[in-house]
């Protein structure tokens, strides 16, 4: 079946720290892998897609950066943290062969401080 | 360029009453439509899919949504509501097949009373 990881659940990071939240996809090849943030337990912003190794496409130029490194892995990053950048992560795939929709992870809640 | 629209906020019914929580979309081709729900601090589930065929869905839970192209509403209706239905819920719209991308409402927060 497949699945997907992502962690940490939960982070706590001071202002000018790096990030780094990973996902993994499970069960399926090249899917199409997605970020987004929520912001107070409302609506979900796209951040970045990616529809293969190495390909990303960012939907908000922002303070953060995502990479690909292999076909199952998503990787989130930041260089500095912002105070803006608080808010629950999710991470998505879909898998390119269907006619489905997303099955995203259970997110991570950022705060930064 | 595809969206999705969910009217209200929030709704408030009493258990055992009727649940419905509304969505209209705009797209330039056939919509592919979806509704997800998310409970505090976890990520969305898929609750249940519209691409083709008859025109009432029925999903995960307990719910059904009714697809109404004329109206361009994808409504999520459930019969009798559970405490434990109260989440939150998103309505999303992809634009065909080769569209990589879900555009996700605003979600509606779903209070249900005892």
Known sequence: SQTIHQWPATLVQPVGSPLSLECTVEG???????????AAGRGLQLLFYSVGIGQISSEVPQNLSASRPQDRQFILSSKKLLLSDSGFYLCAFQDGASWDGYTFGSGTRLTVV | AQSVAQPEDQVNVAEGNPLTVKCTYSVSGNPYLFWYVQYPNRGLQFLLKYITGDNLVKGSYGFEAEFNKSQTSFHLKKPSALVSDSALY????????GDYKLSFGAGTTVTVRA
């Open chain 2, 90 to 97: 998103f309505c999303a719209v992809r634009e065909g097949f």
């Open chain 1, 28 to 38: 399926t090849s090249n899917p199409n892998l997605y970020w987004y943030r929520q």
